[in-house]
T-cell receptor
Framework: DAGITQSPRHKVTETGTPVTLRCHQT?????MYWYRQDPGHGLRLIHY???????DKGEVSDGYSVSRSKTEDFLLTLESATSSQTSVYFC?????????????FGPGTRLTVL | AQSVAQPEDQVNVAEGNPLTVKCTYS??????LFWYVQYPNRGLQFLLK??????LVKGSYGFEAEFNKSQTSFHLKKPSALVSDSALYFC????????????FGSGTQLTVLP
């Protein structure tokens, strides 16, 4: 999985609690992304970052916030988790100088909100 | 806005037979198209891409895809399916903006029967 780790890999939490997921990369890629995967929806973009402290919203950003204080780390926070945020979350990275235009994905975090 | 449609949730094929996984897209301007594969409990792995050039693109594990601009399609194909090809396949289209956001289809579960 191309030098990308996600932590935790599995988490069970209760409605209303804050949750932070971490994505860490060792590739020094400028762009980082957070997706959620749900049956019937494929992957949907939550937020992305195009550099340290530079982030923007994706398709399904409501209820999520992100931060990127270092090139290698991209954090996804659910301020107050809801059952609708039960999903598998994937981080991805890409390099703007990469002519292959590929995104590389981490192994995913399975989050269950009870 | 860009979009991707994978009209089949499930495709079953016998081992040794040819397989096709369908994908159609909608995007303004020239499309950048991708196929990814996901094995159980894993992240997405890149299979192949179309950026420009030949309409028949060859990728990993013997897969290929045919870009058809008039039909706005990018179907994934393999001449002879293996049981190990059984997985979830995603088609994706990239916008031409600087953020390199990918829009994914809903996925097609391929099952190769022995």
């Amino acid at each position: 999985d191309a030098g990308i780790t996600q932590s935790p890999r599995h988490k069970v939490t209760e409605t209303g609690t804050p949750v932070t997921l971490r994505c860490h990369q060792t590739e020094n890629h400028r762009y980082m992304y957070w997706y959620r995967q749900d049956p019937g929806h494929g992957l949907r973009l939550i937020h992305y970052s195009y550099g340290v402290k530079d982030t923007d919203k994706g398709e399904v950003s409501d209820g999520y916030s992100v931060s990127r204080s270092k090139t290698e780390d991209f954090l996804l926070t659910l301020e107050s988790a809801t059952s609708s945020q039960t999903s598998v979350y994937f981080c991805a990275i890409s390099d703007p100088s990469d002519s292959l235009h590929e995104q590389f994905f981490g192994p995913g975090t399975r989050l269950t909100v009870l | 806005a860009q979009s991707v449609a994978q009209p089949e949730d499930q495709v079953n094929v016998a081992e040794g037979n040819p397989l096709t996984v369908k994908c159609t897209y909608s995007v303004s301007g020239n499309p950048y198209l991708f196929w990814y594969v996901q094995y159980p409990n894993r992240g997405l792995q890149f299979l192949l891409k179309y950026i420009t050039g030949d309409n028949l693109v060859k990728g990993s594990y013997g897969f290929e895809a045919e870009f058809n601009k008039s039909q706005t399609s990018f179907h994934l194909k393999k001449p002879s399916a293996l049981v190990s090809d059984s997985a979830l396949y995603f088609c994706a289209v990239r916008d031409t903006g600087s953020a390199r956001q990918l829009t994914f289809g809903s996925g097609t579960q391929l099952t190769v029967l022995p």
